[in-house]
C-alpha cells in the first residue's frame, strides 16, 4: 500500500497547524494578548512563535480528551511547579478571563496554588499568591489594599 503524498492529499499542513493553533491560542488567551504577542515577533524569534503555536496550542490544546477548564489546571499547576512565574500571571488572567464553559473562579484558582504549598513547597505558594492577588485586585475580583 503507497501513501499519497501528492498535494492534492487531504492530511493538514503546517500551515493549517499553524491557523487551527492560533484559533485554540486567541481562544484560550483572549484575542489582545494573542495580538501583542504576535506583534513582538521579530526575525529571530518568529520560528519560535510558529512552532508553539502548531505544536502547544494546536497539538496539544487542540486535543478533545480533557477540555479546556482541566488543561487550565493543569498548566496553572505546571507553571507553579516550574517558577514559571511570567506564564503563571498570563494563565491566570487567561482563566479569569476565558470562555465561560472554560473561565475558573478565583476560589478555584485558589486551590490551585494551595496544593501548590504542598508539592511545590510554600514558598512556591506565597509568590503564587502575591502574584494572584494583584491580578485579581487590577480586575476588581479583590478589594485594593
Known amino acids: 500500500m503507497t501513501t499519497d503524498i501528492s498535494p ?72 507553579l511547579g516550574t517558577h514559571a512565574w511570567e506564564e503563571f500571571a498570563m494563565h491566570v488572567r487567561a482563566a479569569l478571563d476565558g470562555q465561560p464553559d472554560s473561565r475558573l473562579t478565583p476560589e478555584e484558582i485558589k486551590e490551585v496554588i494551595l496544593m501548590a504549598a504542598i508539592y511545590c513547597g510554600v514558598p512556591v505558594a506565597n509568590h503564587a499568591f502575591g502574584i494572584a492577588t494583584d491580578i485579581l485586585r487590577e480586575k476588581g475580583l479583590l478589594p485594593a489594599e
Request: proline fraction near 4%; glycine fraction near 6%.
Open 8 to 79: 492534492h492529499n487531504s492530511s493538514p499542513t503546517r500551515a493549517d497547524d499553524y491557523e487551527a493553533g492560533l484559533l485554540n491560542r486567541r481562544r484560550i488567551l483572549g484575542e489582545a494578548w494573542v495580538d501583542r504577542s504576535l506583534a513582538k515577533r521579530t526575525p529571530f524569534n518568529s520560528e519560535f512563535q510558529e512552532l508553539i503555536t502548531r505544536h502547544a496550542w494546536q497539538d496539544i490544546w487542540g486535543r478533545p480528551a480533557l477540555g479546556d477548564r482541566t488543561r487550565r489546571f493543569m498548566v496553572l499547576s505546571m507553571m
